[in-house]
């Protein structure tokens, strides 16, 4: 099953939410409207909250977790993913904060207490160290990862144009019911 409750918490799912029947969501996770996770994700909020907003894409074989609160990390890092965010293929994300509109590369790497502000690009196969923050309006590239140059405003159309392509390609799953709903 891939929607799958974790102690008190069970995920829940906005309109139109597709999850590929090959993804593990689990516990303390909300995934707002017309928001897509494709085949073999794992979104697991087990130990703390995952949120995750409107017209979101996770692709395939992405893991999304958080960082438990404990001695290390007094209140942990939930992950929170804002609104029209595309995250690539076997992308990492570990307790960060991501803005609207990004686009993190393929193979990327954001790990814990990072803060990803609204409209960026981090280029495929990055590494974002613990604690970063990468301001909006770049592209970020590298391991670890460095401001390369302010974005065009072609790239920044593209943020709305990958948004709209992943609820259309969704919706055509939906209807021909390729769904864990």
């Not at 906005?14 to 090959?22: H, L, N």
């Not at 494709?38 to 979101?56: K, N, T, Y």
């Not at 609204?118 to 770049?138: F, I, M, N, Q």
Request: hydrophobic fraction near 35%.
């Amino acid at each position: 099953m891939s929607i799958r409750s974790y102690q008190q918490f069970t995920p829940l799912l906005g309109e139109r939410v597709f999850v590929d029947a090959s993804a593990v969501v689990l516990g303390d996770v909300e995934i707002g409207d017309d928001s897509s996770v494709w085949p073999l994700v794992v979104i697991r909020g087990d130990m703390h909250s995952i949120r995750i907003g409107e017209r979101s894409s996770v692709q395939d074989g992405s893991v999304l977790h958080i960082t438990h609160a404990g001695p290390f990390n007094p209140g942990g890092y939930p992950l929170n993913i804002g609104d029209d965010v595309t995250i690539g293929h076997k992308v990492t994300l570990h307790g960060c904060n991501v803005g609207n509109r990004v686009l993190i590369g393929m193979g990327s790497i954001v790990m814990d207490g990072v803060v990803i502000e609204d409209e960026v690009v981090l280029g495929a196969g990055s590494l974002v160290p613990p604690g970063k923050r990468l301001e909006s309006g770049y592209l970020y590239v590298g391991s670890p990862a460095k401001q390369a140059r302010p974005l065009s405003e072609k790239e920044r159309s593209y943020f709305s144009y990958s948004a709209a392509n992943y609820v259309r390609l969704k919706d055509q799953h939906l209807m021909e019911g390729y769904s864990s709903n």
